[in-house]
């Protein structure tokens, strides 16, 4: 079927018979109406769309550490940086609480920070790319840089001990 032919079909025959003058009839209510199915089928598209992005789980993410850190991971040590304010303002626990278990809020903003510990919140570490932004941008805050593999299997494993 041509979803282009519109639904209501007759139109020059039917208005010249009845007074001669050629009015141009333009249909235009079922223009709108299959723009506005589309521009619905588009938004459902893209609010559909994030919800792929869970493409990871916490125990991948600690694999994938453990594995660049070549040595086995420790949630005890994870504590202790967590807990730590390695020289500067912050804590990690300063933005997510100790024991990270609860919801967070920020410092400065008051925003509300979802909870951390992957039992206590089924949406922590289920997006690589969200994960490596936040481990990057919240090691830069409190550390002044990047944290090392080591770190980051030892915050896992840390994190997904806490039941
Ligand atoms: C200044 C506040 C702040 C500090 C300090 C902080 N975080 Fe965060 N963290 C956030 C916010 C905000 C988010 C994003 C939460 C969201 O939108 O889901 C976040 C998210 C994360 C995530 C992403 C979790 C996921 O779902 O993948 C990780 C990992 C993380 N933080 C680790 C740390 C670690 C490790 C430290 C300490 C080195 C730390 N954070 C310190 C504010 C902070």
């Known amino acids: ?60 993410q600690l694999k994938r550490w453990t594995v660049e850190a070549g040595a086995p991971a420790s949630a005890e040590r994870g504590k202790v940086f967590f807990n730590s304010r390695h ?33 206590f919140n089924a949406k922590t570490f289920t997006d690589v790319a969200k994960a490596d932004k936040w481990f990057r941008r919240n090691c830069n805050d409190v550390l002044k840089r990047e944290c090392t593999a080591p770190e980051k299997a030892d915050v896992m494993a840390y994190l997904i001990n806490l039941k």
């Open 1 to 60: 079927m041509n979803i282009f032919t519109s639904p209501a079909a007759p139109r020059t025959a039917h208005h010249t018979a009845a007074g001669g003058a050629a009015r141009p009839a333009p249909r235009r209510a079922s223009h709108p109406r299959r723009l506005r199915g589309m521009a619905a089928l588009v938004a459902a598209l893209l609010v559909g769309g994030p919800v792929l992005a869970a493409d990871t789980t916490p125990a991948e």
């Open 87 to 119: 020289g500067g303002e912050w804590s990690c626990a300063s933005c997510h609480n100790t024991p990270p278990t609860t919801e967070g809020k920020h410092p400065n903003t008051g925003k509300v920070i979802p909870t951390l510990a992957p039992s």
